[in-house]
């Protein structure tokens, strides 16, 4: 769990990004949890409003607000077809969530493997700059340990192996040696440019 206007999609999704302007997130902010007998998923999900401080179409770079005051400076790629549109002080909505879920399969004969996919959706032609981007990891690995006193599982996947402290007691009980778990893992970003809002009329001359 760690990590895209688009390309601002792109670099927004390398979470650093997004987590640097959702420090203090101006809207939603959860974490949730859930839990059956033999499957897991936490997930989370933020939401934060930057603002547009400055754009360069030549460079094509954007430099974005968030509502604590932390600045960050995109790069945006070429399949940003509506740039030109992007003006400062436009509002820029940042949607990011994530989850991982955790699946056993009792006595698993699958091969230990990784697999990687990603989409992405951008806007057309003439439409405002925004899009969508996501991720989806899943690995297949092999219960190699249980040490049910620490609650803690050894899985050894296509590449390393690794250690997963389970704070559930009666999940930690379905596990054996020669189990396999299947490990999700999701990310998506979602961007979208919103209208700069309105100035605030002037005060009347007393």
Do not use: F
Request: glycine residues 6%.
């Amino acid at each position: 769990m760690k990590r895209a206007v688009l390309a601002v999609l792109a670099a927004l999704a390398a979470a650093a990004s997004v987590h640097a302007l959702a420090q203090k997130p101006d809207a939603a902010s959860a974490s949730v949890t859930s839990t059956v007998p033999g499957k897991g998923t936490i997930s989370n999900m933020v939401r934060v409003t930057a603002s547009v401080e400055a754009i360069d179409v030549a460079t094509r770079s954007v430099t974005l607000k968030g509502p604590k005051g932390d600045v960050v400076t995109l790069t945006v790629g070429p399949e940003v077809k509506n740039l030109a549109q992007v003006k400062v002080g436009d509002r820029v909505s940042v949607r990011y969530a994530e989850a991982l879920t955790l699946e056993l399969k009792k006595d698993g004969k699958e091969l230990r493997q990784r697999s990687e996919r990603e989409a992405s959706s951008a806007a057309q032609p003439g439409e405002r700059p925004g899009g969508a981007a996501g991720r989806q990891i899943k690995v297949i690995a092999d219960v190699v340990a249980v040490d049910r006193k620490k609650q803690v599982v050894t899985l050894r996947g296509p590449s390393r192996t690794v250690e997963l402290k389970l704070r559930d007691p009666e999940q930690i009980k379905l596990i054996k040696v020669g189990d396999q778990i299947e490990a999700t893992y999701q990310e998506a970003v979602a961007v979208s440019l919103e209208p700069a809002p309105a100035a605030k009329p002037a005060a009347a001359a007393k």
